[in-house]
Nanobody
Framework: QVQLQESGGGLVQPGGSLRLSCVAS??????MGWFRQAPGKEREFVAAISWTGGTYTADSLKGRFTMSRDNAKNTMYLQMNSLKPEDTAVYHC????????????????WGQGTQVTVSS
């Protein structure tokens, strides 16, 4: 059984930065992803990363969001810079996609999420 635990969320002012972490336990994880969900909206793809570190980021977030991983620690990260109020959402990490990386329906495992609020 895989368990994913996110951390690092919080309240930040517009233009600020946060780094989210996702620690995985239970088995070796290969491709993993970050998604976010704002109130009243569908879950949205943020980024995905392969075991070797290759990344795929949503076009609208490129240049501000960067995903990375430390396989020795079974941890992946999401560095978020130049945050905007519209980035406010619960951010979830996910593992084992079975289809397109951007499709949340294809992921087998999910963390509980961490709240990110961007507000002055």
């Amino acid at each position: 059984q895989v368990q994913l635990q996110e951390s690092g969320g919080g309240l930040v002012q517009p233009g600020g930065s946060l780094r989210l972490s996702c620690v995985a336990s239970g088995r070796t994880l290969y491709t993993m992803g970050w998604f976010r969900q704002a109130p009243g909206k569908e879950r949205e793809f943020v980024a995905a990363i392969s075991w070797t570190g290759g990344t795929y980021t949503a076009d609208s977030l490129k240049g501000r969001f960067t995903m990375s991983r430390d396989n020795a620690k079974n941890t992946m990260y999401l560095q978020m810079n130049s945050l905007k109020p519209e980035d406010t959402a619960v951010y979830h990490c996910a593992a084992f996609p079975k289809g397109p990386l951007s499709d949340p329906q294809g992921y087998d495992y999910w963390g509980q999420g961490t709240q990110v609020t961007v507000s002055s």
